[in-house]
Every structure is written in structure tokens, then in C-alpha cells.
T-cell receptor
């Protein structure tokens, strides 16, 4: 179990630029989740995949955000035309399919700063 | 929708003292509850989860939590705080089967 891996760890970009983050889940996990965490708050759910299918998207995921999980392995989260309000920590998690008590295992996140 | 409330955004304890972090949930059905810890600039690490098999749940690093339905609480405790316990602690509930709903977190400070 090598854990959930996210890169880059930090991203600084100018407003209006596009950014892409990558997440590599624990290899045997079918589910992959994206969360956003702003300073002083708990993480907020953005979207999740079961294998390659994106099954749910939060209202927080505006049309500038897109996530993919080709072949059901790694996932990417892209933000187009970044805005100041997009500055946050973006966390990826993975889990097995199972009951509601299935724990999600988190990566160390990508911290996005918009100048 | 099910949610959790963490009472106290900051808690300070002395090294060796009891740690008590409070979490109350809102639910009319048995919830699926979790405690996570987050160290600076890191992701979240699972401490323990409530599975309905037992009301007292033991986790890693000597943390435990007790599920009390009558009080709708799932408070986290540790008998003796270590300096290394200083971190942000989050209570979470899973009402949908996929999206965790987190509390706002409690920052634990441990003083020598």
C-alpha cells in the first residue's frame, strides 16, 4: 500500500490561467474522490468516480472544473480560467466499494494559489 | 442531510493531560461516523470509524471515541496528550455512501 499520491504539491498561477492536478489512488481501490479545502474549514466534496465513471458532482464544481479518470486508474482535475476564489487545497481520496463505513484514504493534497 | 458539529475550534491541553474533542451529529438513523487528523500541509489520516459493532471505538495512537445515541455525540478522547498530537482534527459523517460531510475542525494545541 503506497498510499494516495498527488502532484504537484503546490501550484502558483496567475488569474485566468488553466491548471491541472493529478491523483494516483491506492491501486486496488475502485473509488476516487476529489475534495476542496479552504483555510480554516473542513474539506468539501467535489466529485467522485467509480472505476472510470464519474457518478456524482457537487454544485461546487462549476463548469470551469472538469475531472477525468481514464481507464479507472489515475485521475486529473482541471480548472480553466482560474479565479481568486479557486485558491484552496485540493484533496484526492480513494476507497474500496462497500458499505457506508468504508474509509476514504487521502493524499497530501495540491495547494493552489492564484496571484 | 446528515451533518456534524464540532464544538470548540481550538483546544489547548498540557502534555500528559486528557484530550477531549467534541463532535455531535444530526441524524435520525444510525450514522456512519469518522475521525480524521490533519498535520500541517498534509492530507487527512483516518483515526477511527464507527461501524455500529461497538459504541466504544479504538483507533490509532491511543485515540478512542464513544458513540452515544442519547446525546447524538461521538467525542474523541486520548488519555495522555503528546506534543506530536498537535494537529487539526475533523469529525465526518457519510450520509450518501460516497461524500463525506466534515465538521469545521478543531485545532489541538499541546503545551509542555
Amino acid at each position: 500500500d503506497t498510499g494516495v499520491s498527488q502532484n504537484p504539491r503546490h501550484k502558483i498561477t496567475k488569474r485566468g490561467q488553466n491548471v491541472t492536478f493529478r491523483c494516483d489512488p491506492i491501486s486496488e481501490h475502485n473509488r476516487l474522490y476529489w475534495y476542496r479545502q479552504t483555510l480554516g474549514q473542513g474539506p468539501e466534496f467535489l466529485t467522485y468516480f467509480q472505476n472510470e465513471a464519474q457518478l456524482e458532482k457537487s454544485r461546487l464544481l462549476s463548469d470551469r472544473f472538469s475531472a477525468e479518470r481514464p481507464k479507472g486508474s489515475f485521475s486529473t482535475l482541471e480548472i480553466q480560467r482560474t479565479e481568486q476564489g479557486d485558491s484552496a487545497m485540493y484533496l484526492c481520496a480513494s476507497s474500496n466499494i462497500g458499505a457506508y463505513d468504508q474509509p476514504q484514504h487521502f493524499g497530501d493534497g495540491t495547494r493552489l494559489s492564484i496571484l | 442531510a446528515q451533518s456534524v458539529t464540532q464544538l470548540g475550534s481550538h483546544v489547548s491541553v498540557s502534555e500528559g493531560a486528557l484530550v477531549l474533542l467534541r463532535c455531535n451529529y444530526s441524524s435520525s438513523v444510525p450514522p456512519y461516523l469518522f475521525w480524521y487528523v490533519q498535520y500541517p500541509n498534509q492530507g487527512l489520516q483516518l483515526l477511527l470509524k464507527y461501524t455500529s459493532a461497538a459504541t466504544l471505538v479504538k483507533g490509532i495512537n491511543d485515540f478512542e471515541a464513544e458513540f452515544k445515541k442519547s446525546e447524538t455525540s461521538f467525542h474523541l478522547t486520548k488519555p495522555s496528550a503528546h506534543m506530536s498530537d498537535a494537529a487539526e482534527y475533523f469529525c465526518a459523517v457519510n450520509p450518501s455512501g460516497y461524500a463525506l460531510n466534515f465538521g469545521k475542525g478543531t485545532s489541538l494545541l499541546v503545551t509542555p
